[in-house]
């Protein structure tokens, strides 16, 4: 399938050769175009769109100001930049985005491009409730899959994993560790002393004090959210297209 395709550049004529290029290799109907900040905007807002190729350089904004409208507004959608002079390409790289092409685009690069897209989002869309992992304890291993770990926690020195149903393993890694690890399975740092599994958190409700929040997992577990934590945690669901009404 397709990914919704948004064009930005503010020229007529390098608008035209992008929408040849990209017609080439994708689905006609889902690509759209937009020449100013306004329209791109408006595009954003109708259509569920999955892609951004970005021109930096146009007169009424840039580039740059658009990705980080798309950071803020649009955490999930990725975006690429386009730009007829490659010393842009050095500062562009600190939006992170998915890729840099120049102008006029070359097919066999943006071939690449779109493969990467398809790359990420195979990723992230990937189901891993049959993936193990095996945790090293006093007495041998535990084969665990990430569905079944309720949280992981650090207490004192001691940092563990707590599966579902009780029981509880002291673990080699650190916190810091364990997030890196469990990053494709969906989990996210909620507290400095808390990692959880997006797919167990069911609310996210301010604290008894009101001055933070708490996580309320599946089993009612109750961990406690940081405040800079809670606005990540937002942007986190967003991301794996969770909408707020």
């Not at 689905?27 to 306004?38: G, L, M, Q």
């Not at 329209?39 to 990705?67: C, H, N, Q, R, Y």
């Not at 959608?77 to 007829?84: A, H, R, W």
């Not at 079944?148 to 916190?175: C, F, M, P, Q």
Request: charged share 25%; proline share 4%; glycine share 4%.
């Amino acid at each position: 399938m397709s990914p919704n395709i948004l064009i930005v550049d503010d020229d007529e004529n390098s608008l035209r050769l992008s929408l040849t290029a990209m017609e080439a290799l994708t689905d006609p109907s889902c690509i759209h175009c937009a020449r100013t900040a306004a329209e791109t905007m408006a595009a954003l807002a109708a259509e569920k769109i999955d892609l951004v190729f970005l021109d930096i350089d146009m007169p009424d904004t840039s580039g740059f100001s658009i990705a980080d409208y798309l950071r803020q507004n649009y955490p999930q959608i990725k975006y690429v930049f386009l730009t007829g002079y490659v010393d842009f390409a050095v500062r562009s790289y600190d939006y992170e985005p998915l890729d840099f092409l120049t102008k006029p685009i070359d097919l066999m690069r943006l071939r690449k491009t779109l493969e990467r897209y398809e790359s990420r989002s195979q990723q992230q869309g990937a189901d891993y409730s049959r993936e193990r992992i095996a945790v090293e304890t006093s007495i041998g291993f535990v084969l665990l899959s990430p569905s079944e770990i309720s949280y992981a926690g650090k207490e004192h020195r001691a940092v563990k994993l707590y599966r579902t149903g009780g029981e509880e393993y002291v673990v080699r890694h650190s916190l810091d560790e364990l997030e890196s690890i469990f990053s494709d399975f969906g989990f996210f740092r909620i507290h400095q002393s808390y990692l959880a599994p997006l797919s167990n958190i069911i609310s996210v409700q301010p604290s008894r004090f009101g001055k933070t929040y708490e996580a309320v997992l599946s089993d009612q577990t109750h961990l406690p959210v940081s405040r800079d934590k809670y606005q990540k945690l937002r942007s986190f669901l967003i991301s794996k297209g969770i909408q707020f009404i």
